[in-house]
């Protein structure tokens, strides 16, 4: 029997809620109904208490293989001369994401990916994004950051239809994208969001780069996640952690895109960084081990790992790590 079927067992619900720990959130309103609330204040950063290993309870589907996915985390290389025009192609399709072996969802794919291609530019850098809506519902590209309002992404465009945008990239920092049409948790659940970096002229010191941006699947349609992972898998970054030399500089773009919950963190384990919020500074606000993002908020870090090892990262959020957001950097 699952551990959902339990809560539909009419007698001792609520002593099975009680014993279940993090699943008391999940599933069945019934279930939610005979769970306590969680306490004020401990929806943000609360662990729930389940029992399991990080990670163990959803894996990527098997067929994947290592690298398959890497081009999601992988952010291209800095614009070469500011000067040019930074012109990207952003088609919106519909397609159905395995988010973890056997939990398919629908998805709404800026570039028939989830997250949709990391785009970079140079501050200042004119660019241009050419949306193309091939879905049969309405949608949008909707930047954060500074740019002229007339292009801020909040108006439909129409099935089969397409819009340009342009505008100057700013400011230096870590600047999500996401689909504006409401409901628009909606939209950015199922898949609709991405990343901009904007490199400081002369760009950052020379670093193994990666962008991980977490978010939650909603597999059953009750507007609560089931799922989660980091760039649109559950389990990928602990089946194919992330590989750094030792000593060398690592720097992750994190950005937080789970919906229907207030905030998610980032820790990494037995190592500390540099935090760079919102990367729009190049002087640290803080040295830690942990960040905690509100909905759309990001972070750069910066670390150098000192030993060869396995370095856990997770949300803080227990039920999220549990439920697919565990990975690994791995130094060599
Ligand atoms: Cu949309």
């Not at 980032?266 to 190049?282: E, I, K, V």
Request: hydrophobic share 40%; net charge neutral.
């Amino acid at each position: 029997m699952r551990r959902r079927d339990l809560f539909r067992i009419g007698g001792g619900v609520a002593a099975v809620a009680g014993l279940v720990g993090a699943d008391r959130w999940f599933k069945t309103r019934a279930a939610r109904a005979a769970a306590p609330p969680p306490a004020a204040g401990l929806d943000c950063g609360a662990d729930l208490g389940a029992a399991s290993t990080y990670g163990s309870r959803f894996a990527p589907p098997s067929y994947l293989g290592a690298g398959a996915r890497d081009a999601l985390h992988t952010p291209p290389p800095p614009a070469p001369l500011a000067a040019d025009v930074r012109r990207f192609e952003l088609p919106v399709i519909s397609t159905t994401l395995e988010v973890a072996e056997g939990q398919r969802v629908d998805t709404w794919a800026y570039g028939g990916t989830v997250p949709g291609p990391i785009l970079r530019a140079t501050v200042g850098q004119r660019m241009e994004v050419n949306l193309v809506n091939r879905t049969q519902g309405a949608h949008n590209v909707h930047f954060h950051g500074s740019h002229d309002v007339m292009q801020d992404g909040i108006e439909r465009v129409a099935p089969g239809g397409s819009r340009l945008y342009a505008f100057e990239a700013g400011p230096v920092g870590l600047h999500p994208y996401h689909c504006h049409v409401p409901p628009y948790a909606w939209h950015l659940s199922r898949g609709m969001y991405g990343t901009l970096i904007v490199d400081p002229p002369g760009g950052r010191p020379p670093a193994h780069e990666f962008v991980l941006s977490l978010s939650g699947f909603d597999t059953d349609g009750d507007r609560h996640n089931d799922v989660y992972g980091w760039n649109g898998m559950a389990g990928y970054y602990e089946r194919f952690p992330l590989k750094v030399p030792v000593g060398e500089l690592v720097r992750l773009y994190l950005v937080n895109m789970v919906e229907y919950e207030p905030c998610a963190s980032f820790h990494l384990h037995a190592q500390t960084f540099d935090l760079y919020r919102s990367g729009t500074s190049l002087t640290p606000h803080e040295h830690t081990d942990i960040v905690t993002l509100g909905q759309a908020e990001r972070a750069i870090v910066e670390f150098r790992l000192p030993r060869r090892g396995r370095y856990m990262f997770h949300p803080h959020q227990s039920h999220m790590a549990e439920r697919g957001a565990m990975g690994w950097v791995v130094a060599i």
